[in-house]
């Protein structure tokens, strides 16, 4: 399985607005197979993504797709660790 989460634009933690567990086959359907698509956040423990200098806006919308890979769902071509991925120019 793999879940995809929609993240808040904030500089603080708990910045997650939501997440849901999909099969990978559902993700490729969602957003592409191209690799291109995807970047892996290496050393990420969190979907978490700093971007803003303010407070965080615990309202707004989603402003991040991102994509977590179990272990057991890795390959080759796409998702070849496991981990955190963010996914390039998708809109929650």
Known sequence: MAT?????????????ASSREV???DVLNLY???????VY???ADSPD?????????????PAHVVVKI???ETN??????DGFY??????P
């Open 32 to 38: 592409g197979a191209e690799p291109s698509s995807y």
């Open 76 to 81: 080759r071509e796409i998702f070849p660790e």
């Open 4 to 16: 995809i989460i929609y993240v808040r634009k904030s500089s603080q933690a708990y910045n997650t």
């Open 49 to 61: 993504i700093p971007v803003d200098k303010g407070p965080a806006k615990f309202f707004s919308d």
């Open 23 to 25: 099969s990978v086959a």
């Open 70 to 72: 179990d272990r057991n």
């Open 41 to 43: 956040m290496k050393g």
């Open 86 to 91: 963010i996914v390039k120019e998708a809109k």
